[in-house]
């Protein structure tokens, strides 16, 4: 069973919203768009001093609603991408903020210093999507010349070397998501045909092996996101799809389909949710060219053959419970199914 709700919806005035990196040592949430990236929190902004803070002559509080841009690296240094930041990527262990760009090349900065410590070309077209594999520092890419490629730094370096090149289609590759367990590793590429292609990584190697696709987005998928054995997806058909992955083998379900946004899902992002000290779901974040913002809360219930959904911030609140899954279903299936209408 899953319960999914609507937790909040920020309607943003950004043209367009790329990508979106959540830290979770701090709890920020690292968005960037077509005019410059910043950083926006509920609370407190704790930010290194080289940062460049823009600030209202009237300083309001920090919140969703009213975030503080900061500039995260001078421009004016020469180190800038050429063309627009269209993805990035942050490294834990290392402090490494990794951005790629429509020129082609993607760069590695060290957000102590602001530096850029390394600077590649990466793919023959853009790069759309960027992920970093925190157990061991691989970088993953995508781009619209229709290939996945898989980077590592060269060994008490800051310089990164190719070491492998995945291409399954001709179509642009728009999304990457990661997901590791103690037993597995699975790359997932969302792409402008509709399709996820995955590979699974081999346990003695480091070469990933193509395991399939999954099928169901009408339109591109532009976004991805993986947190344990659920991949949330979002697609240019303004929906987003969870999907679960079977324990030891490459067998995919859709769970649910959400058309809570009124145009295509630009970026997701999730982490999980504690509460003393026990996970009990998972937040997911997702943005849209409708230019809102939407915080989600999801819960994988026991039950499998149920699904509860509950809507909040609507002022008629409402909470549907047992339809059986088959295995889709949409809320907007749900609400018409209320009104005696399910066609």
């Not at 823009?54 to 050429?82: K, T």
């Not at 990466?122 to 890419?141: K, L, P, R, Y």
């Not at 990661?178 to 480091?206: A, P, Q, R, V």
């Not at 974040?285 to 909040?312: H, I």
Request: hydrophobic share 35%; proline share 5%; aromatic share 10%.
């Amino acid at each position: 069973m899953l319960d999914i709700e609507i937790y909040t919806t920020i309607s943003l005035s950004l043209s367009n919203l790329n990508p979106t990196e959540i830290l979770p040592s701090l709890y920020l949430s690292l968005s960037g768009s077509l005019d410059q990236p910043w950083i926006t929190t509920p609370g407190k902004v704790s930010a290194p001093s080289w940062m460049k803070k823009e600030r209202p002559s009237n300083p309001l509080p920090v919140s969703p609603l009213n975030p503080l841009r900061i500039f995260l690296f001078n421009w004016s240094s020469g180190q800038q991408h050429r063309d627009c930041v269209s993805c990035m990527g942050y490294y834990h262990a290392e402090g490494l903020l990794y951005t790629g760009s429509w020129d082609k090349t993607v760069k590695a900065w060290r957000v102590s210093d602001g530096k850029c410590v390394d600077s590649f070309l990466a793919h023959e077209d853009s790069v759309n999507a960027i992920v970093i594999n925190q157990e061991d520092g691989c970088v993953f890419t995508c781009s619209s010349d229709g290939s996945v490629k898989i980077w590592r730094r060269v060994y008490d370096q800051s310089s990164h070397t190719l070491t492998m090149t995945l291409k399954f289609q001709p179509s642009p590759v728009n999304a990457l998501a990661l997901s590791t367990s103690h037993s597995s590793c699975f790359l997932y590429s969302g792409s402008s045909d509709g399709f996820i292609n995955f590979w699974e990584k081999e346990k003695m190697s480091s070469r990933f092996n193509h395991g399939g696709f999954l099928q169901g987005h009408r339109f591109a998928v532009l976004s991805l996101v993986a947190i344990e054995k659920l991949i949330f997806s979002g697609s240019e058909d303004t929906t987003i799809r969870i999907w679960r992955r079977e324990e030891g083998s490459y067998y995919h379900e859709c769970l649910a389909v959400l058309d809570a946004h009124r145009g295509p899902v630009r970026c997701l992002a999730a982490c999980l949710e504690v509460d003393k000290l026990m996970v009990i779901g998972f937040l997911v974040y997702s943005a849209g060219l409708d230019q809102t913002f939407k915080l989600w809360r999801v819960k994988v219930l026991p039950d499998e053959k149920n699904v509860c959904m509950e809507g909040t911030g609507r002022s008629d609140k409402m909470r549907i419970t047992e339809y059986e899954m088959s295995p889709v279903l949409s809320p907007s299936w749900v609400e018409k199914k209320r009104q005696g209408n399910p066609t």
